[in-house]
C-alpha cells in the first residue's frame, strides 16, 4: 500500500501455502543444516521437555494434555498427583533426568490420568500452574467455555435448517467485529438485484433473461419450488 501510495502502480504478492508450512519447521531444518540428521518421530513427545504428551483419561476416547517446560511446573504437576516424592527422585529431578526417563515418567502419569476426568483434571493442573487441556472432539469443541467466550461460534438462522452456529474469524480487533455479517445466501437470492441495481440491467430485460434461462431462481433441473 505503502508504494501505490508513492508511485501509483500496484505489487503481485506471491503466498504458497506448501511454503508457509516449510517455513513453521524452522527447527528441524536448522537441525539437519547444522548436523545433517533427519528428525526423528516423537509422535505427542518433545525434543527438549518432560512430561509432553496426551495421557487417556477415563471415559470413551478421552485424552488428557500435559506438557511441563521447567522444574517449578514438574513439581507442581507431582504435588497435584500425589505424589510429591516425585519432584526429588533422581529420574525426574531435572529436565535432562526426566528425558532420559521419560518411559517412567509416562507410566506413572497415565496411571493417574486413566481415573480422571479430562475436563476436571485440566482445571485442576492448570489451577496449580501446570500447563493441560483437554482433547476436544468436535462436538466439545463447541460447547468449550473458554471457545465461547471467545465468541467463536454465534448463532445463526437459515430459512432451510433452521437454528445453527457459525464461525467467527479468530482474530479479534479493537473496533470492528469478526463476526459473520449474515447466513450463506440462498441459490440466487441476489440475483435480482445484482443485475438490475449493480449492472443496471432494467426489470424488462431482467425477465427476458428469466424466460430465457440465462438466469433462473432454482438450479437447472432441480425442482424446488
Known amino acids: 500500500l505503502a508504494y501505490r501510495r ?3 502502480k500496484g505489487l503481485n504478492f506471491d503466498m504458497s501455502q506448501r511454503d508457509c508450512s516449510v517455513r513453521l519447521m524452522g527447527e528441524a531444518f536448522l537441525g539437519y543444516g547444522m548436523n545433517n540428521e533427519e528428525p526423528t518421530q516423537l509422535n505427542n513427545a518433545h525434543p527438549h521437555w518432560a512430561p509432553h504428551r496426551a495421557y487417556r483419561a ?3 476416547d478421552q485424552w488428557l494434555t500435559i506438557a ?20 526429588n527422585d ?27 476426568d479430562a475436563p476436571s483434571a485440566k482445571l485442576m493442573l492448570m489451577h496449580a500452574g501446570v500447563p493441560a487441556g483437554e ?9 468449550d467455555p473458554h ?5 467463536m461460534y454465534p448463532p445463526m438462522d437459515h430459512p432451510i435448517i433452521g437454528p445453527h452456529f457459525s464461525f467467527a474469524m479468530p482474530q479479534k480487533f479493537i473496533r470492528t467485529p469478526t463476526r459473520p455479517g449474515g ?16 449492472a443496471g440491467v432494467s426489470e424488462e430485460e431482467y ?7 440465462v438466469v433462473d431462481a432454482h438450479p437447472v433441473g432441480l425442482d424446488l419450488r
Open 6 to 8: 508513492r508511485t501509483g
Open 58 to 60: 477415563a471415559g470413551d
Open 68 to 87: 511441563c517446560t521447567n522444574d517449578e511446573q514438574w513439581r507442581a504437576l507431582a504435588n497435584a498427583i500425589g505424589r510429591p516424592e516425585l519432584a
Open 90 to 116: 533422581p529420574r525426574f529431578a531435572s529436565g535432562i533426568a526426566r528425558l532420559h526417563n521419560r518411559e517412567a515418567l509416562d507410566e506413572i502419569i497415565a496411571a493417574w490420568a486413566k481415573d480422571q
Open 135 to 143: 482433547v476436544l472432539t468436535v462436538g466439545t469443541a463447541t460447547e
Open 147 to 151: 471457545l465461547q467466550s471467545r465468541d
Open 183 to 198: 447466513r450463506a445466501p440462498l441459490f440466487s437470492e441476489h440475483t435480482h438485484a445484482l443485475i438490475t441495481k449493480l
Open 207 to 213: 425477465q427476458e433473461l428469466r424466460a430465457t434461462e
